[in-house]
């Protein structure tokens, strides 16, 4: 009997544990998945490691499409904390708000946040791309080591605290700066980077040039008496 | 963890259903909180001459020994017995009076609340259990504050399950921990403050009750949270009139908020919302760190 792949399949959460929902997005007969009725229920669409779509009608509870590997998760709504945490590829996108830590330790993949961020997104990035559309709360990219966060609206208090190497890039206001987090020069290859990044997240309208560019300053990357205050 | 729900009915319809609807909330907050859960249903204003009680007693027999005592000390003009060692007592007296007189006369027996229309119901028992017993569901009123409680500060008992008191007709409930309740206990212990557990949130309400005492209005005391209050922690404090929310600068602790035509909520999570009529449609809103939020009769209609 030969699978239709391209058919979508809808499943309700009304009717169907969330367990039950992730074990068939484990092992996909289809392309296309719609999810109906979330209530904001924890871990739906996590751990996916194939090349589907799943959209959710709704808002999501915790680590909605944690660990998400390759596949597209699209969520019509808010999503609780730690929204694509530890995302290794693909992409996912909300249309609404996200709470704290967004994109967490996440290694790869494109995580787009339409609304607003709340506290600590992408800590401890590890080379995922995040944009968000709106604002972004305190301690974001705390401790970030590579990646990209770019940020339409503005940043809470904090930002890039113990910062490595990933890249932030806000086109509003920075409530303040963390520990060895600095305002760096946008050259060229960051406009580039940052046009390009933009325009894959669908806000090819904006200009990078309208953004700036924060990093680390290194001067803590070894322990140096004369920093004990940064500490 | 611990789970917080509030909700505040802004139609006929919502305050017909308020127990119901809270009731939905705090099932989805069970896995939160699976020691212990209570709420608080503001409702049926009495007058200005009586007061409401919620008592509870460690056995059935003590609470009725209790009823006996109070209605030849204070008089008891109706009560309602619920489960074994709760009851809801009217008396004749100022709620104060009321309160002092059972601190003096029955210091066994614990005065879970005290005014004109709070009524708070808690134990240490599995929030299903709890809504059950206490037939919460049922129960109509203007709004209401709920927890259910996972203990990591203190002991599991009765007492230690939140609403705490903190005054007439207010009530606290906290989702977090604080780490400098030991001092504030001492402090507010020697200007007189009775404690009845080693709780932290006991001590945050405790706090509430002694700043709104020296003339603060319930913003002006939330305010002071910030600081002197060391730890996390999200509150919801009710009034006769409304309720209001605060979450600590650093944020740890979650809060959700939503608010339609029919009603204003808020809870840990937001699938405690999901429970809601028209929930799909509504305003929904993470609370700011460190900013006070808070809803009154007034502030909605």
Redesign the interface.
């Known amino acids: 009997m030969s699978v239709d792949l391209t058919a979508a399949r809808t499943l309700s959460l009304a009717d169907h544990t969330v367990r039950e929902l992730n074990a068939a997005l484990h092992a996909p007969d289809a392309e296309r998945w719609e999810v109906l009725d979330p ?4 871990a739906i669409a996590a751990g996916l490691d194939a090349e589907i779509s799943v959209e959710v009608a ?2 999501v ?2 680590y909605c499409a944690g660990m998400n590997q390759r596949a597209s998760v699209h969520i019509r709504g ?1 999503c ?2 730690g929204i694509a945490e530890n995302m290794m590829s693909g992409k996912v996108v909300v249309d ?2 996200a ?2 830590a967004a994109g967490a330790t996440a290694h790869g993949g494109l995580l787009v946040i339409e609304g607003n961020a ?2 600590r997104c992408g800590i401890s990035l590890k080379g995922a791309e995040i944009v968000v559309g709106g604002s972004i ?2 301690m974001s990219a705390f401790m970030a080591q590579s990646g990209t966060i770019a940020v339409c609206g503005d940043a809470g208090e904090a930002l890039g605290d113990s910062i490595y190497e990933a890249r932030v890039y806000v086109r509003g206001e920075v409530a303040s700066l963390g520990a060895d987090c600095v305002a760096k020069e946008l050259l060229e290859e960051h406009r580039l980077q940052l046009g390009e990044l933009l325009e894959r997240a669908g806000h090819g309208d904006l200009d990078p040039g309208e953004f700036r560019r924060y990093g680390s300053a290194r001067r803590l990357y070894n322990f140096d008496v004369d920093d004990a205050g940064e500490y | 963890m611990c789970g917080i729900i509030g909700i505040f009915a802004k139609t006929e319809e919502s305050e017909r259903r308020l127990g119901e609807y809270a009731a939905q909330m705090l099932l989805q907050m069970a896995d939160r909180g699976p020691d212990s859960a209570g709420m608080a249903v503001y409702r049926d204003p009495i007058s200005e001459r009586e007061s409401k009680l919620c008592v509870q007693a460690p056995t059935g027999a003590a609470l009725e020994a209790a009823l006996e005592a109070a209605r030849a000390g204070i008089g008891v003009e109706t009560h309602h017995l619920i489960g074994e060692r709760h009851a809801l007592l009217v008396v004749p007296v100022p709620a104060e009076e009321a309160q002092h007189w059972f601190e003096r006369e029955l210091p066994e027996v614990a005065v879970d609340s005290a005014g004109r229309s709070i009524e708070l119901y808690k134990d240490a028992v599995a929030p299903r259990d709890f809504i059950e017993t206490f037939g919460l569901a049922t129960m109509s009123g203007s709004h209401a504050l709920g927890h259910t409680r996972m203990a990591t500060e203190s002991r599991v008992t009765p007492e230690g399950s939140h609403p705490f008191s903190t005054g007439l007709d207010v009530c606290l409930v906290h989702n977090g921990s604080l780490s400098n309740h030991n001092r504030l206990r001492a402090e507010l212990a020697r200007e007189g403050t009775v404690f009845r557990t080693e709780n932290d949130s006991e001590v945050a309400a405790a706090y509430l009750t002694s700043k709104l005492r020296g003339g603060a209005t319930l913003e002006q005391a939330l305010e002071g949270c910030l600081e002197d209050l060391d730890g996390f922690y999200t509150f919801a404090v009710a009034t006769a009139d409304g309720f209001a929310v605060l979450r600590d600068p ?2 740890c602790k ?1 809060a ?1 908020m939503a608010e339609t035509d029919d009603w204003v909520a808020m809870a840990s ?7 809601l009529p028209g929930a ?1 449609g509504a305003t ?3 609370p700011e ?1 460190g900013v006070v939020y808070d809803w009154g009769k007034a502030a909605v209609r």
């Open positions: 209530g904001g229920r924890h709704g808002h509870g915790y808010n609780g904390v609404g708000d709470s704290q709340a506290a709360g305190h | 650093i944020a979650p959700v999570e937001f699938r405690a919302l999901a429970t799909e929904v809103w993470e760190p």
